[in-house]
């Protein structure tokens, strides 16, 4: 595909809604990318994926006037409306937020408010979500805003909040896709869900999917989207887990893969906050890893250690391409189309991710 034909991919996927798993936006993600799949000539299957929603109700409000907030996912179950709220700043008081699941609720906990306020660090001072595993953890109600509003929450002469947090049954989905071409597969992976549009984040990753499916289709072929990414990998996980057959080679299409910033000179250039990594350091690495430092990527072969849903599918002990990073909208509110990708950088991504991963086919063929 061109790059207008994947840039219109990622806005696609952007006006399905927010992409937050065992949602009707969720399950229709999924319905558009299997149209997609089977477009492409590939039968497909949908697995069920069980887990416990987190559904919520809730207002934060500074002397009156509502914040832009965002629940802590699974922290806390019941309903409340208080103003004994404790604000902590993160930026005062780890340094950084990572985008996983993290303790700083021990911070609210150590406080004798009835709940808490994290104000997140991002690079524009966006609120920026934490993917949460799947537990409640009978801590106390947390929500968390932007970095940018913390002044005008510590000003406040009133901060408050209502919220009503509980549990419910829910359903994502793995998609699996395959082709009729015989012999052990090449896997293509990506996941589906996420926070907010992510479009960046997931978006992107979901296009070059396709493109690669198209270049490879000459291949055996599986195909793997999967659901529940925000909450531990949860889809790829339960797929993991049911021992699925021998695999040739993995490519692994995680964050932010086709995500782009403006550059000194004005033109738009592909993030260099990503990381490729691969187990081979041979002659292969320094060819993919040609392909992919000319689109920005931090090459690292024989990985010691992966990222992203890779750290699930490593268990497979499989040849691996795995793809990571994270923009400054990452997990944020404005992961929107256009100002995180072009159709440029979607055309020379997707091109040199195609370069890397034929590689690393190559050396196993």
């Known amino acids: 595909m061109n790059g207008d034909e994947l840039y219109a991919l990622v806005e696609s996927y952007e006006r399905l809604g927010i992409h937050r798993a065992g949602t009707e936006t969720d399950r229709a993600t999924f319905d558009w990318y299997e149209q997609r799949l089977r477009a492409r000539g590939l039968s497909t299957e949908r697995v069920a994926v069980p887990f416990d929603r987190y559904d919520y109700r809730s207002e934060l409000t500074v002397d009156g006037e509502a914040l832009e907030h965002l629940p802590l996912f699974y922290e806390w179950t019941g309903s409340i409306d208080t103003t004994d709220v404790a604000l902590i700043d993160l930026g005062d008081e780890r340094g950084r937020f990572g985008s996983s699941d993290f303790e700083a609720t021990e911070l609210v906990a150590a406080t004798s408010a009835s709940a808490g306020v994290l104000a997140t660090i991002n690079p524009k001072g966006l609120l920026k979500a934490a993917n949460r595993t799947i537990q409640e953890r009978h801590g106390k109600p947390t929500v968390l805003i ?50 907010f549009q992510c479009s960046g984040e997931r978006g992107t990753g979901a296009a070059v999917l396709l493109d690669l499916i198209e270049r490879f289709s000459s291949y055996p072929l599986l195909v793997l989207a999967t659901g529940g990414h925000e909450l531990d990998y949860l889809g790829v996980r339960q797929w993991v887990s049911s021992a699925p057959g021998p695999l040739a080679a993995i490519a692994h299409i995680g964050a932010s893969v086709g995500c782009d910033e403006i550059a000194a000179d004005g033109s738009r250039q592909p993030i260099r906050t990503r990381i490729a990594r691969t187990d081979t350091d041979d002659a292969t690495a320094v060819e993919m890893a040609t392909a992919l430092t000319s689109v920005n990527y931090r090459f690292v072969g024989d990985a010691g250690s992966w990222g992203g849903e890779s750290e699930v599918l490593c268990e497979l002990d499989t040849p691996m391409l795995s793809l990571t990073g994270a923009g400054a909208e990452f997990h944020t509110p404005e992961d929107i189309t256009a100002d995180v990708t072009s159709p440029l950088t979607m055309q020379r991504v997707s091109a040199a991710i195609a370069t890397a991963f034929a590689a690393l086919v190559r050396s196993i063929s």
């Open 146 to 195: 932007a970095g940018r509003d913390v002044e005008r929450a510590r000003a406040a002469g009133e901060l408050r909040l209502r919220m009503d947090a509980a549990l419910s049954p829910a359903t994502t989905e793995n998609l699996i896709a395959r082709n009729d071409v015989p012999g052990v597969p090449l896997l293509l992976t990506t996941p589906l869900s996420g926070w």
